[in-house]
């Protein structure tokens, strides 16, 4: 009988949304909070090794009682869809195990036996009478700890590396992904996200099981509906004008905190740590392609709306700005429903879609133009957004801003 795949899951950041060495600091105060989380950075951005993390953390929290360990346990929130994706993992015939270094064992145990995996491992800790006694112990509490207990673990099963999945977050896993014949990130932090092949960000499992079994299953519907959101992002964009006419300054004042804010939280998703709602709207947005690294589509394009508001006249900001938001949209819906022959000199482009850019392009401009002015920045603007920029979202606005400026519009 063939044997499935042997499916690693990394604990920490991946089943349980947060860290339990983390959450077990937050208990004793934030001093030690905040101590915990600075090594653990350290630690991701692999500064640090696994070793010293665990020794310095363990050694902060002796004294605490079995009774904490248990409860913070309880308390940790898990990945939606975790048990189900577990349960499947298991139908399709494959073997589920649960390994941490940084959980101490009896933890992961109770876990892999509640979620259904096969087998669950963790760190050994010390204890003296019902507290920890502040040391580590085990083969997990090592760099090479993971490494060796799957070697053993898959020649029990007389079955190779390459039949091994690693799922996980952090850089103590590299090795083990570098090794394995299938690697998914999932909310990882920047150096697993370059490794790993494949990734899933957000606070849902589920889609894991598209990527266990003969590679990625294409989903053309998804792709369609993030384009869709995408563009519903774009529209709102149209809004902008409105509100600088009523209140100039903190529109503007606005669009740039949300740029700030979106920057961070790209910053955040980078490194494992998606930050909630602005994190959540960009991972449903984001094309597979951008999810290794930053999406600058937001920034540039908050960057072309806030200078058109800020160097041209209301009037031609009003219409360059709803070029932007509505042209570039029905371009790119268009484009992709009825794709068609490319342009002659961008062949990522269809004429169709080009041309469906061009009109909502007059539209917009001939309800606030003059015939010539409006009729030139429809085609100026067709022009740009046709050419092979990777981003268009500065270059259109100004540019169309710059040729309504001269033509005195
Ligand atoms: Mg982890």
């Not at 060495?21 to 090794?49: E, K, V």
């Amino acid at each position: 009988m063939r044997q499935g795949k042997f499916i690693v899951f990394d604990l920490d950041g991946v089943i349980f949304r947060d860290h339990y060495l983390l959450r077990l600091s937050r208990n004793q105060g934030l001093y030690s909070y905040l101590r915990t989380y600075h090594l653990c950075i350290l630690f991701d951005l692999g500064r640090l090794s696994i070793e010293r993390v665990l020794e310095e953390v363990y050694k902060a929290l002796r004294g605490t009682s079995l009774n904490t360990l248990w409860k913070v346990y309880k308390e940790m929130t898990l990945i939606a869809g975790i048990k189900e994706v577990i349960q499947k993992l298991k139908e399709r015939g494959h073997t589920v195990a649960i390994i941490s270094s940084g959980v101490p064992d009896f933890l992961v145990r109770d876990l892999a036996f509640k979620l259904g995996a096969d087998m669950g491992f963790g760190i050994d800790v010390g204890f003296s009478g019902d507290s920890l006694s502040g040391t580590v112990g085990g083969d997990l509490s090592t760099s090479t700890g993971k490494a060796a207990l799957i070697k053993e673990l898959t020649r029990q099963r007389d079955i190779g590396w390459e039949e091994v999945v690693v799922i996980a977050d952090d850089p103590n896993n590299i090795s083990i992904m570098e090794q394995a014949g299938l690697s998914i990130g999932v909310n990882a932090g920047l150096l697993v996200r370059k490794k790993a092949d494949y990734l899933i960000d957000g606070k849902d499992l589920r889609e894991l099981l598209n990527y266990i079994d003969g590679g990625e299953v294409a989903d053309q519907k998804r792709e369609f509906l993030q384009e869709l959101r995408r563009k519903l992002v774009h529209i709102w964009a149209g809004a902008v004008p409105f509100f600088a006419n009523v209140a100039f300054s903190p529109t503007v004042i606005f669009l740039t905190l949300l740029l700030v804010l979106y920057a961070l939280s790209e910053l955040g998703r980078l490194n494992g740590r998606p930050v909630p709602l602005f994190g959540s709207v960009t991972t449903a947005c984001m094309r597979i392609d951008e999810r290794r690294s930053l999406v600058t589509g937001p920034i540039t394009m908050a960057l072309g709306v806030i200078m058109s508001l800020l160097l041209f006249p209301a009037h031609v900001a009003l219409v360059v700005i709803w070029i932007l938001a509505f042209a570039d949209s029905a371009a790119t819906i268009v484009g992709k429903v009825w794709k068609g022959r490319p342009l002659p000199y961008n062949r990522s482009k269809s004429v169709v879609g080009t041309l469906a850019f061009f009109l909502v392009a007059c539209f917009c401009s001939f309800l606030c133009l003059s015939p010539i002015p409006a009729l030139s920045v429809a085609l100026v603007s067709s022009f740009l957004e046709s050419l092979p920029l990777r981003d268009d979202n500065i270059s259109l606005p100004l540019g169309s801003g710059i040729v309504l400026m001269f033509l005195g519009a």
